[in-house]
């Protein structure tokens, strides 16, 4: 059976005598289409979503570029502090560098402090920041522009 704009008018409103009589129908029609096609748009994520540009998939990020680690998305916000010992120089302590981080994963984010060579444990498992580049250099101060970290799925 074949359904036309009028035949469809004519059973909701119990006419079938002109084209005037669809008017009813289309302002009903159209708020039903357009709530059809936004709800087709409102899905809830299976994965991180993230803001920032592409995200890369080797664990590396440089500060405010997210990357892939495992199940979360890594973006490094800023370095907190950086007291490693330059390569140039002798030092009795190795120094340490933490940087604030926010962590993506499906359904939640965090932001959160860490350190390089410790783990930290994320409602998707354990990441550790693992690397950071540049080597710290005496006498020069690197920019911030210039790092770029290594994160690992522990």
Same mark, same amino acid.
């Given at each position: 059976? $074949?359904?036309?704009?009028?035949? /469809? *008018?004519?059973?909701?409103?119990?006419?079938?005598?002109?084209?005037?009589?669809?008017? !009813? &129908?289309?302002?009903?029609?159209?708020? $039903?289409?357009?709530?059809?096609? /936004? *709800?087709?748009?409102?899905?809830?994520?299976?994965?991180?979503?993230?803001?920032?540009? !592409? &995200?890369?998939?080797?664990?590396?990020?440089?500060?405010?570029?997210p990357t892939r680690v495992g199940a979360v998305v890594v973006t490094p916000k800023n370095v907190v502090e950086d007291s490693r010992c330059p390569?140039?120089?002798?030092?009795?302590?190795?120094?340490?560098?933490?940087?604030?981080?926010?962590?993506?994963?499906?359904g939640w984010r965090e932001t959160t402090s860490l350190k390089l060579g410790e783990s930290f444990q994320t409602r998707a498992g354990a990441i550790?920041?693992?690397?950071?580049?540049?080597?710290?250099?005496?006498?020069?101060?690197?920019?911030?522009?210039?790092?770029?970290?290594?994160?690992?799925?522990?």
């Amino acid at each position: 059976m $074949l359904f036309t704009t009028q035949s /469809v *008018a004519s059973s909701f409103i119990g006419r079938s005598s002109g084209v005037k009589n669809l008017r !009813p &129908v289309k302002a009903l029609l159209f708020p $039903l289409a357009a709530f059809l096609a /936004v *709800a087709g748009c409102a899905s809830y994520p299976n994965g991180p979503i993230v803001e920032g540009g !592409p &995200v890369r998939s080797d664990g590396l990020a440089a500060i405010g570029q997210p990357t892939r680690v495992g199940a979360v998305v890594v973006t490094p916000k800023n370095v907190v502090e950086d007291s490693r010992c330059p390569m140039n120089a002798r030092c009795v302590w190795a120094g340490q560098v933490i940087i604030t981080a926010r962590i993506d994963g499906a359904g939640w984010r965090e932001t959160t402090s860490l350190k390089l060579g410790e783990s930290f444990q994320t409602r998707a498992g354990a990441i550790a920041l693992t690397s950071v580049r540049p080597e710290k250099m005496a006498g020069a101060r690197t920019s911030p522009t210039a790092y770029l970290f290594g994160f690992e799925q522990r």
